[in-house]
């Protein structure tokens, strides 16, 4: 095996892995998971606002 068909190889392996990791990203069953990952930030920045509302009334 020469060294180009190493590098081709390569890139495949790559394009292969690249490819999978699209398909899982977008999978329906990930959806769920990546919403609440993504709206996690929201939470937590209301949890300190309550926080935060409740000390200054007492």
Do not use: C, P
Not at 8 to 31: D, M, N, P
């Amino acid at each position: 095996m020469d060294y180009g068909t190493l590098r081709g190889v390569i890139t495949l392996i790559i394009l292969t892995l690249f490819i999978i990791i699209v398909i899982w990203s977008y999978s329906k069953k990930r959806k769920s998971a990546f919403d609440k990952a993504a709206n996690s930030i929201f939470e937590e920045d209301h949890k300190e606002e309550t926080n935060k509302q409740e000390t200054n009334n007492v």
